[in-house]
């Protein structure tokens, strides 16, 4: 997973705090402990670029699952074929005896 570039203006934050009220430690402190934050829960983020990259991967997965499915069934397949064919040779032949 690749972490989310994201820029946090802790200046224009402070400012902004400062502008309503709060002293310059108290904004300062804020602008920290917000910073903290979004640093912490951008890393546990996925980008787009990560579920395209997992949309990819499971595209890939089940392209290879359907083959094998297939592949294990093709015999089956035939084995039904076969068994149908029997069975209307047998139906055919009560009603058509030589």
């Given at each position: 997973?690749?972490?989310?570039?994201?820029?946090f203006?802790?200046l224009?934050?402070?400012?902004t705090?400062?502008?309503a009220?709060f002293?310059?430690?108290?904004?300062?402190?804020?602008?920290?402990?917000?910073?903290?934050?979004?640093?912490?829960?951008l890393?546990?983020?996925s980008?787009?670029?990560?579920?395209?990259?997992?949309?990819i991967?499971?595209?890939?997965?089940l392209?290879e699952?359907?083959?094998?499915?297939?592949?294990?069934?093709?015999?089956?397949?035939?084995?039904?074929?076969?068994?149908v064919?029997?069975?209307?040779?047998?139906?055919?032949?009560?009603f058509?005896?030589?």
């Open positions: 997973m690749t972490s989310a570039a994201v820029t203006d802790t224009k934050y402070v400012k705090l400062k502008a009220g002293d310059e430690r108290q904004a300062e402190a804020l602008a920290v402990v917000q910073a903290d934050v979004l640093d912490k829960n890393d546990d983020l980008t787009k670029y990560d579920l395209k990259e997992l949309e991967r499971m595209d890939a997965r392209k699952l359907e083959l094998r499915i297939a592949a294990e069934l093709a015999p089956m397949k035939w084995g039904v074929a076969i068994a064919g029997g069975i209307i040779t047998l139906i055919l032949k009560s058509f005896p030589h």
